[in-house]
């Protein structure tokens, strides 16, 4: 079997720190992503930032068909030069977050140990492919995924939070410590698991919606009212929750929705 990871060290020496590329090493835990998403054969899978491939090459092991999308045009051309007996893949040299809503077409589970830099961004974007996802399996930094499942009141709490929960239920499924890793980090990681959820809005109204929320978290310790002076009336604040020093990190999703359906019923 071919051990890609030594390949790559032998042909490149180095990573590209600029792309934020840390290649996981851990067998578990690759594993533990495969098994988490469910992943066997004839699985639709897409991942995303393959990298030097080992995962890549145990979704391809398992059987399943695979869409990777990678930005460095140098791992493209190392994967398709290692990986091209797999007839079940296929690779886009794409930045993910550029990707257009016709590239993607029917139902995948996604993958990825995202490059930190740009992981709420990534998160952001799969948004936009929600009706093509069965499960979001996803490596983030420790910390942004505390921020992800953070519950209210916590210091952890904050748009992201509400932003992630309002379209995904979300479940924490290891920590894994940088020495798994090559090059080794100091940076902890965390492996998420996404199921998309019914939501409660759609389109323009829906866009709305999440503009409110981020604006309410704007400077997380003022106060609503505070907030969202220019975006509301704010007496609908002390109407709607009988007091006025309502604060965004109080306030649950379902909080939020009840809140932006009593504004949006109360506009003049």
């Known amino acids: 079997m071919l051990n890609l990871l030594e390949i790559y ?7 590209k720190k600029s792309l934020g590329q840390h290649f996981l090493t851990g067998q578990h835990f690759i594993e533990k992503i495969l098994d988490t998403a469910g992943v066997s054969k004839d699985s639709n899978v897409l991942e995303i930032g393959p990298g030097c491939g080992v995962l890549t090459q145990k979704i391809l092991e398992r059987g399943a068909k695979l869409l990777a999308i990678e930005i460095d045009s140098n791992l493209v051309d190392f994967l398709k030069r290692y990986l091209h007996f797999y007839d079940t893949f296929s690779i886009i040299n794409k930045d993910f977050t550029e990707i257009g809503r016709d590239e993607i077409v029917g139902k995948y589970h996604f993958i990825g140990n995202l ?5 709420t961004q990534i998160l952001t974007k799969c ?14 930094q420790k910390e942004v995924a505390d921020r992800i499942v953070s519950k ?3 210091k952890t709490y904050s748009s992201l939070s509400v932003f992630s929960q309002y379209f995904f239920n979300i479940k924490r499924v290891c920590n894994i410590s940088g020495g798994n890793f090559w090059p080794n980090t100091k940076v902890e990681s965390t492996v998420l698991h996404f ?4 939501r409660y809005f759609s389109g323009k109204t829906e866009k709305d919606f999440l503009s409110l929320v981020k604006a309410s978290f ?4 003022k106060m609503l009212k505070n907030n969202l002076n220019n975006i509301i009336d704010t007496n609908l604040i002390s109407t709607f929750f009988k007091r006025d020093n309502v604060r965004a990190e109080e306030l649950s999703v379902e909080d939020f929705i009840e809140f932006y359906n009593f504004v949006n019923q109360n506009k003049h």
Do not use: G
């Open 195 to 198: 199921t998309p959820k019914q």
């Open 127 to 140: 948004t936009e492919f929600i009706d093509n996802s069965i499960d979001l399996t996803f490596m983030f």
């Open 115 to 119: 490059p930190y830099y740009v992981s």
């Open 152 to 154: 209210p009141k916590l």
């Open 9 to 15: 060290k032998n042909e490149y020496l180095k990573t």
């Open 218 to 221: 704007v400077l997380k310790r």
